[in-house]
């Protein structure tokens, strides 16, 4: 799959901790090399590290990664 218009971890306006962006990085990975068989756990992985920044930041990265807001032409970050 094509992921050059998802935001990177450093392209966030927020600060992303170390857990959060090396999972952000392993889904988009994953999405990169089009991995189906353990998608669901790179998703768990990115859902479990957002808890790590505040519950706003939380759930803006559950809907853009985990939910496929990412797929939105205007996601906004707050």
Do not use: H
């Not at 306006?13 to 990085?25: G, K, S």
């Not at 089009?34 to 998608?39: A, G, I, P, Q, R």
């Not at 808890?51 to 996601?75: I, P, T």
């Amino acid at each position: 799959m094509d992921i050059t218009g998802i935001l990177k971890p450093e392209e966030l306006p927020f600060y992303v901790p170390q857990d959060l962006e090396y999972a952000i990085n392993e889904l988009l990975a994953a999405w990169d090399r089009d991995e189906k068989d353990l998608l669901d756990c790179y998703l768990d992985e990115v859902q479990a590290a957002a808890r790590s920044v505040n519950e706003k930041n939380d759930a803006w990265v559950r809907s853009y990664y985990v939910l496929g807001g990412w797929k939105k032409q205007s996601a906004k970050v707050n």
